[in-house]
């Protein structure tokens, strides 16, 4: 949903999530969850 709408506040959510993530970066299923939303984050 986030990433068809583009609205501010889900990006806000999808930020604060991916701060939160940051710790268990090492974990392969969090890095993949991580790497989505650095994606969504960056995606022009």
């Known amino acids: 949903?986030?990433?068809e709408t583009r609205g501010g506040g889900?990006?806000?959510i999808v930020f604060d999530a991916?701060?939160?993530l940051r710790?268990?970066?090492s974990e392969?299923?969090?890095s993949e969850?991580?790497?989505r939303l650095?994606?969504?984050m960056t995606a022009a």
């Open 10 to 12: 889900g990006l806000n």
């Open 28 to 30: 392969q299923l969090v």
């Open 38 to 40: 650095l994606s969504l």
């Open 1 to 3: 949903m986030v990433e």
């Open 33 to 35: 969850v991580y790497d």
């Open 18 to 20: 991916g701060k939160e």
């Open 23 to 25: 710790r268990w970066r």
